[in-house]
T-cell receptor, first 114, second 116 residues
Framework: ETGVTQTPRHLVMGMTNKKSLKCEQHLGHNAMYWYKQSAKKPLELMFVYSLEERVENNSVPSRFSPECPNSSHLFLHLHTLQPEDSALYLC?????????????FGPGTRLTVL | AQTVTQSQPEMSVQEAETVTLSCTYD???????LFWYKQPPSRQMILVIR??????QNATENRFSVNFQKAAKSFSLKISDSQLGDAAMYFCALTPHTSGTYKYIFGTGTRLKVLA
């Protein structure tokens, strides 16, 4: 595996389900990101972890819970979601922040909440 | 607040022709980076080109170049000799050039269609 991988690629869940999205980066980076991509809206930065410590948390509802057990893995735990949470969830990684370091994105998980 | 605006939801270009995608932004930061990312259908988003705000020279990467107008807060992307593989969503993004900053602000994207 190379780059940034995400599983599953597609997920359909009911509002009462609990599921998790997984992201893994094989680039040796020290920062990982979760974004939400909805049609006709800007990409929304949800969470950022640097060296396994959360450094950004952009007013995301508590039904989304991130976890970063090490610098290569990032999870997004989902519970009691709403239909408006249906979107493409992108994971990204970078070596440091500050803009000079390129972000590498995964293919995304297409989430549908029924 | 920092914002990025892409006013063209969709653009079309004939193969081998040139197209320009628009992006305007607002920030109170004195130094920052601007980016164009490409997201092909069902494929991963990749960086196309990056511009450091303190550099006056416009960035170029092969057929891709930018027109960076700092005073006007404008950052357009020009694609020359368009190819079918250029068809994608293009996102403009901004981040402050501050150590320890991980905040990236994206626009809504422009869908580019390339006509054969």
């Amino acid at each position: 595996e190379t780059g940034v991988t995400q599983t599953p690629r597609h997920l359909v869940m009911g509002m009462t389900n609990k599921k998790s999205l997984k992201c893994e980066q094989h680039l040796g980076h020290n920062a990982m990101y979760w974004y939400k991509q909805s049609a006709k809206k800007p990409l929304e930065l949800m969470f950022v972890y640097s060296l396994e410590e959360r450094v950004e948390n952009n007013s995301v509802p508590s039904r989304f819970s991130p976890e970063c057990p090490n610098s290569s893995h990032l999870f997004l735990h989902l519970h009691t979601l709403q239909p408006e949470d249906s979107a493409l969830y992108l994971c990204a990684s970078s070596q440091g922040g500050g803009g000079r370091n390129e972000q590498f994105f995964g293919p995304g998980t297409r989430l549908t909440v029924l | 607040a920092q914002t990025v605006t892409q006013s063209q939801p969709e653009m079309s270009v004939q193969e081998a022709e040139t197209v320009t995608l628009s992006c305007t932004y607002d920030t109170s930061e004195s130094d920052y980076y601007l980016f164009w990312y490409k997201q092909p259908p069902s494929r991963q988003m990749i960086l196309v080109i990056r511009q450091e705000a303190y550099k006056q020279q416009n960035a170029t990467e092969n057929r891709f170049s930018v027109n960076f107008q700092k005073a006007a807060k404008s950052f357009s992307l020009k694609i020359s000799d368009s190819q079918l593989g250029d068809a994608a969503m293009y996102f403009c993004a901004l981040t402050p050039h501050t150590s320890g900053t991980y905040k990236y602000i994206f626009g809504t994207g422009t869908r580019l269609k390339v006509l054969a």
